[in-house]
């Protein structure tokens, strides 16, 4: 393919997202700018905008040189309409829809604009997919060129659904190593955790495994949690009455994740749910032990054992023995932490997703234009 094409030349992709700036926001502006100014194709961000939309980043990404639009996200007729109007202007190679229901309003707007190739990317396994929503996916999927899940757990939830298995494929989400190019020096003996605070996420079990860790084992680590979202006060109330404010302090948002991650030993996602945790694979990139909830999305990402420990979803007191295991024996922690590291750097780099979307683009548009010129 060719790699240094003239801007002006390469013909476009679009990536349609939320505008909430979830991770999916964050792989599709990833993919974005890593193909600004190489690579076979031109990226163009659009954003579904959201009451909660943060305007200041959105500017900052267009003060990049990212082509950066808006569709207005109040209803989903107007967001497919405008998408569309906007689709014919911009006469794209393929668009990329990621994520419910974007991906839903995404493809309706290009089958309306012509779009010669629709692209599903589905970021998490457990989506709110009505009676409705589920008919709309199986007839759009016949009109997409691929549908990608992010995990092998998220692929399986697809074709779960009914949905093709031969244009159903995985891409593994990536992350720009270069921010965790130094994996640290001598670490505390503490945990953190990096996750919005959300129904899918569960900060409750880790501060009830926090409790249990001083009454169990006598230890008091100190617990570091960076993020926000609409269950913070809820978990910071919980912690308060629990007597662990002193022990865990909440960061809010971070703007050194990965000095943060750096400075602790022990990583822990606790969860619901997953697509393909990112925050799981800055915290094994930069090298810490990493322990996590054991359900779809990070069985593929966590091997237990061997680049991590795996606990038992919403379990209390497994992962506070998994935490006082791996402070009880730094030496493990350590291996788990090297292990990990090692695994992120060689299948987790944003270069490699990249590389493997561009695969897939070109892949289905040489598809398409074969389909359109017809039998020779």
């Known amino acids: 393919m060719p790699n240094a094409t003239a801007p002006g030349a390469r013909p476009k992709v679009v990536h349609f997202v939320t505008g909430g700036f979830s991770g999916a926001t964050q792989v599709a502006v990833d993919l974005c700018l890593s193909a600004m100014r190489s690579g076979p194709f031109e990226p163009v961000l659009v954003l579904r905008q959201k009451r909660h939309t943060p305007m200041a980043r959105v500017e900052a990404l267009k003060a990049q040189g990212l082509s950066v639009h808006l569709v207005s996200g109040w209803s989903h007729l107007v967001s497919i309409a405008e998408l569309a109007s906007l689709l014919r202007g911009l006469r794209p190679a393929a ?53 990608v899940g992010v995990s092998e757990g998220v692929r399986q939830s697809l074709l779960a659904q009914g949905l093709p298995a031969d244009k159903t494929i995985t891409i593994a989400n990536g992350i720009d190593l270069a921010r965790f190019a130094h994996a640290g020096g001598e670490r505390e003996a503490g945990v953190v955790m990096s996750a919005r605070f959300a129904r899918q996420k569960d900060h409750a079990t880790l501060i009830d495994a926090i409790a249990l860790l001083a009454s169990r084992h006598g230890l008091k680590p100190p617990l570091q949690l960076a993020g926000t979202g609409p269950h913070l006060a809820r978990i910071q109330a919980q912690a ?100 990990a590291r090692e695994r992120a750097w060689a299948e987790h780099g944003l270069a490699l997703m990249r590389e493997r979307y561009e695969a897939l683009i070109t892949r289905c548009a040489t598809t398409a234009v074969r389909a359109a010129s017809g039998p020779a």
């Open 95 to 147: 668009l990329l829809a990621h994520g419910f229901p974007e991906h839903l309003l995404g493809r309706h707007a290009g089958v309306g604009a012509g779009v010669p190739v629709l692209i599903q990317v589905e970021h998490n396994s457990r989506e709110r997919y009505t009676a409705w929503s589920r008919w709309q996916s199986r007839r759009l999927a016949r009109r997409s060129a691929a549908l």
């Open 240 to 339: 308060e009455r629990m007597g662990l404010l002193g022990q865990v302090r909440f960061l809010g948002h971070h703007g050194d994740m990965p000095g943060l991650l750096r400075s602790q030993a022990i990583y822990v996602l606790s969860t619901h749910y997953e697509g393909m945790p990112l925050a799981l694979v800055e915290a094994m990139a930069a090298g810490c032990a990493c322990i996590a909830s054991d359900v779809i999305g990070v069985r593929g990402v966590i091997a237990d054992g061997a680049t991590g420990l795996l606990v038992p979803e919403g379990d209390a007191a497994a992962l506070a023995d998994a935490i006082a295991r791996l402070l009880h024996d730094p030496a493990l922690a350590a291996r788990l932490g090297a292990a």
